[in-house]
């Protein structure tokens, strides 16, 4: 009876463990997705597709004002209006706390002006959050419903390209 019990704690024990790997403990794996979750991020804005980009945010996503609807509005506008987008991506911090995660990345985004042929570069270096949900990891936002002094400017809205200077030939 006591092995049996024993026994009956241990693979408790394991199915905790096994049910924690590869989301929200801090690990290899956590990073290695969230580096996945940035790579699908990057490969729905080359290709235009709002889908795409749209999947690695969560439905609760709110940053400074924006939701998940202005971010896909934002990116609809974006891939309206320019053409031939590069998205380069340098993750510099990457840090897991429970369910949450702490991205520190520099973005640069290259692309066309559909009107004018002239191509823009913008470098922007971001604080991320994700949030650990439906079993993958989502850009969540920093939960704050405005900014301080004004809202800043949406992300992917093709503003901040438009504001960049023209990139060197």
Request: proline share 2%.
């Amino acid at each position: 009876m006591k092995s049996k019990l024993l026994l009956l704690a241990a693979m408790g024990v394991m199915a905790v463990l096994v049910a924690g790997c590869g989301g929200g403990g801090g690990g290899d794996t956590d990073v290695s997705r969230i580096k996945g979750r940035y790579r699908e991020l990057q490969k729905g804005i080359e290709n235009k597709d709002i889908q795409r980009a749209m999947s690695v945010y969560s439905y609760s996503y709110l940053d400074y004002g924006y939701t998940y609807d202005d971010v896909k509005n934002g990116f609809a506008n974006l891939f309206i209006d320019w053409n031939n987008i590069q998205e380069d991506q340098v993750f510099h911090d990457i840090r897991v706390a429970g369910n949450m995660a702490y991205v520190n990345w520099t973005e640069t985004l290259t692309a066309t002006d559909a009107n004018t042929g002239q191509v823009s570069q913008s470098v922007q270096t971001y604080d991320d959050v994700l949030h650990w949900e439906n079993g993958d990891w989502y850009l969540y936002g920093n939960q704050q419903s405005a900014a301080p002094a004004a809202k800043r400017a949406l992300r992917y809205s093709g503003q901040r390209l438009r504001e960049a200077p023209a990139k060197p030939r």
